[in-house]
């Protein structure tokens, strides 16, 4: 027979056994002793070899995982029955990431499709996982550890953080159950570090150290720059680099920030900007920030999204409408000396306490402090009438921030009389009369309510 026609009988052999689908495809084999897993790729997709064996590697892990998981049970005891949805799906990705051990036992093609048939030994797939499980729990073992060793130094932040990768080197093998003991291991591994995550939340208290309402007027046109002093602590232990989000509970607030973190000292401030009350008041809550806490590389481990459901620690800020409770300091003077009776400061507080303002002798107490410096010079003598001008300066201050947010200056107001004291006296008059109604006073109503 010639090359040719062996070639030509070669080719039309391979022809037909190619046609012919081997029995593993049409019926799929099953087996005590192997994890199976079988798929096939068109030829028309770009490196179809490599889709095909990738197909049949997930195949099999999705043997591996359904096998696993129907005979296990996950007891609420061991863990959150919320979990184990989780579990699963966590699980079944890390099979077919890391599945290892396989056997090519067959590839099968036509013009069309391209087949490929693998296997497992089960005892090799146990083996290997025995050693990654043990592995995987020396490991959270030592984050475990090191997160205890955290806590004891109140670094709660780092603390959770390693509690979280403890239970992430565990999470492949939950559902593992050929060996009882490693089983145990884990699963009390993991509800410990479960647990100490848990006490620590429970432990942290946010507390606003004010600790009272802070009055504001009602359309002080300025920003507020009100501070809301908060103080994060454990066991009497202050916290630092601990998150805090402020929600509001009522009315419409707006911050410097939103987000804020604690200092070495446990303490976080932030400055209330812009208030708008629902009836007579405002609150914001200021509350343990367990998103943040939880930092971004972490987000997938399957206890952090359990723990984002608890509930946090907060604490209140209160704010009230009201109208300001005002201090005044005065120094009034006639020539140097001080005047018996004030004049300024009287009609101040008439003008104040006509639109329901309120004044108080305790500074502490007071919202505002108004600064009073007056003083008269003499200013000549004609025709048996003296000449006195007072100069005034009236400052207003917010006395939480101690700025100073408003400042008059009445220069040269003129008075004549008999005498220079009389004359000063007169100045006095005028400037209380017409500058003060005509100039203080709507200056003051610009800030507070009338």
């Not at 300025?222 to 805090?244: C, D, G, R, T, Y």
């Not at 343990?288 to 987000?299: H, R």
């Not at 604490?315 to 109208?323: A, G, N, P, R, W």
């Not at 919202?367 to 005034?392: H, K, M, P, Q």
């Amino acid at each position: 027979m010639s090359r040719l026609s062996v070639f030509i009988f070669s080719l039309i052999v391979f022809t037909c056994n190619a046609q012919q689908k081997p029995d593993w495809i049409s019926k799929r084999p099953t087996s005590n002793d192997y994890f199976i897993g079988i798929n096939y790729s068109s030829k028309l997709s770009d490196n179809f070899i490599e889709t095909a064996k990738n197909k049949a590697l997930s195949d099999l892990a999705s043997e591996i995982s359904v096998n696993l998981i129907s005979e296990t049970e996950i007891k609420t005891t061991e863990i959150d029955f919320e979990l184990k949805q989780s579990f699963q799906e966590k699980i079944k990705t890390s099979i077919n990431k890391n599945i290892e051990g396989y056997e090519q036992v067959e590839i099968w093609q036509d013009n069309n499709e391209y087949w490929v048939y693998l296997r497992l030994l089960k005892t090799e797939y146990y083996r290997l996982q025995k050693i990654k499980y043990q592995n995987a729990i020396n490991e959270a073992q030592e984050l475990f550890n090191t997160a205890k060793k955290n806590e004891e130094q109140f670094d709660y932040k780092l603390a959770i953080s390693n509690y979280l990768l403890s239970t992430k080197a565990l999470e492949p093998f939950f559902l593992e159950n050929f060996d009882s003991e490693l089983k145990i291991k884990s699963t009390a591994l993991f509800n410990n570090a479960r647990n100490s995550t848990q006490n620590i939340l429970n432990s942290i208290k946010v507390k606003n150290t004010e600790n009272k309402v802070t009055t504001i007027s009602s359309n002080y046109n300025k920003p507020l720059n009100s501070i809301a002093f908060i103080e994060v602590n454990s066991k009497k232990i202050p916290l630092k680099n601990i998150p805090l989000k402020y929600l509001v509970e009522k009315g419409e607030i707006q911050t410097a920030q939103t987000n804020l973190t604690t200092d070495n000292l446990g303490n976080a401030k932030n400055f209330v900007s812009t208030l708008f009350f629902a009836d007579n008041n405002a609150i914001l809550k200021v509350v343990l920030d367990i998103e943040q806490l939880i930092s971004q590389n972490e987000t997938e481990i399957i206890l952090a999204k359990a723990l984002k459901k608890t509930v946090p620690n907060f604490d209140i800020v209160q704010f009230e409408k009201t109208k300001p409770v005002f201090f005044i300091r005065s120094t009034e003077k006639n020539l140097n000396n001080n005047l018996p009776i004030s004049i300024i400061e009287p009609a101040i507080k008439d003008y104040l306490k006509l639109n329901g303002f309120v004044f108080t002798t305790d500074i502490k107490k007071a919202n505002y402090t108004i600064e009073i410096d007056s003083n008269t010079r003499s200013g000549g003598e004609a025709y048996g009438l003296f000449v006195a001008f007072l100069d005034a300066n009236i400052v207003l201050l917010e006395n939480l921030k101690n700025e100073q947010i408003y400042t008059k200056q009445f220069t040269s107001i003129k008075g004549v009389k008999q005498d220079y004291v009389s004359a000063g006296n007169e100045a006095y008059r005028k400037l209380v009369a017409q500058n003060l109604k005509d100039v203080l006073f709507p200056d003051l109503g610009v800030f507070f309510t009338k």
